[in-house]
């Protein structure tokens, strides 16, 4: 029997995540379901079931994702697929009277988080035969979507979670700008107005829906993109 290939999904214990690593379970990878809350994480590898376990992973921690790593390293010593999921949303509302901590917390997860757990998971990606890299972003983050003239996207967007989400994407290209000759492929997915926590459960799509496009690119054969930022339509401005 093949050994199945081995997902990383951050943030995965509920919403967005947990979709991806129910799908890419489906698909027959061993997934590592990441949570900060490693009990949250094990309820939600459980409700996978098959071969999910989870691995506890604060993105926001150093010594978290280098115990991360470690154990991976100990124990799978490959890593397939690395989906940076895990965001929040925080520092909405005008952009005169926005919380500086909670702007600070916005871009501390989701881009120097992804930063940082890319960089952790890289040499486990390296050994793996065509590693992918998927950050989970959002069209809120696309300066021609959010600028487009007479937008009302601006106001949504804010200071902190769009600003975060733009950074995001340049981040996806600075590492495929560095891994193009490896067989690594690092791409940006925004998965859709969702009914999530993250937005108190409005928006119209679905978890499952919003990870297809994730999935697709956590799953792209050896002539698929680096670089990219699509939704489940296709590419996406910058
Ligand atoms: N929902 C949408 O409409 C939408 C649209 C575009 C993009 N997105 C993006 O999709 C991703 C998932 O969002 P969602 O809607 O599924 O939100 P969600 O239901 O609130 O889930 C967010 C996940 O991220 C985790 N997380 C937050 N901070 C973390 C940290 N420091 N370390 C590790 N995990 C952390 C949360 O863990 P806890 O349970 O411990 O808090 C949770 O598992 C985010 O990157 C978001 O920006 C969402």
Redesign the pocket.
């Known amino acids: 029997m093949q050994t199945p290939l081995v997902a990383l999904i951050?943030?995965?214990?509920?919403?967005?995540?947990l979709a991806i690593a129910r799908s890419l379970a489906a698909k027959g990878l061993a997934v590592l379901v990441?949570?900060?809350?490693l009990a949250?994480g094990e309820a939600a590898a459980a409700s996978i079931g098959g071969t999910a376990r989870a691995i506890a992973?604060?993105?926001?921690s150093p010594l978290s994702i280098a115990a991360a790593a470690a154990a991976i390293r100990r124990e799978v010593g490959r890593l397939a697929v690395l989906v940076n999921?895990?965001?929040?949303?925080r520092a909405g509302g005008p952009p005169s009277s926005a919380a500086l901590d909670e702007a600070r917390a916005v871009f501390e997860?989701?881009v120097l988080?992804v930063i940082a757990v890319t960089q952790a998971m890289l040499p486990l990606l390296r050994e793996a035969p065509a590693g992918r890299i998927v950050n989970?972003?959002?069209s809120?983050g696309s300066l021609t979507v959010i600028g487009a003239p007479g937008s009302p996207w601006p106001g949504v967007a804010g200071v902190a979670y769009g600003p975060s989400?733009a950074a995001l994407n340049a981040v996806t290209i600075a590492f495929a700008h560095e891994l193009a000759d490896t067989a690594i492929k690092v791409n940006a997915a925004?998965?859709?107005?969702?009914a999530?926590?993250?937005?108190g459960h409005r928006?119209p799509?679905t978890?499952l829906q919003?990870a297809r496009e994730p999935v697709r690119l956590a799953l792209l054969a050896d002539d698929g993109p680096t670089g990219g930022f699509t939704n489940e339509d296709g590419p996406l401005p910058w």
Request: hydrophobic letters at 35%; a positive charge.
């Open positions: 951050t943030g995965a214990n509920k919403g967005i995540g990441g949570a900060r809350d949250l992973l604060d993105v926001t999921n895990a965001g929040i949303a997860t989701n988080g989970v972003s959002s809120l989400k925004c998965p859709g107005y969702t999530t926590d993250l937005t928006g799509r978890a919003a």
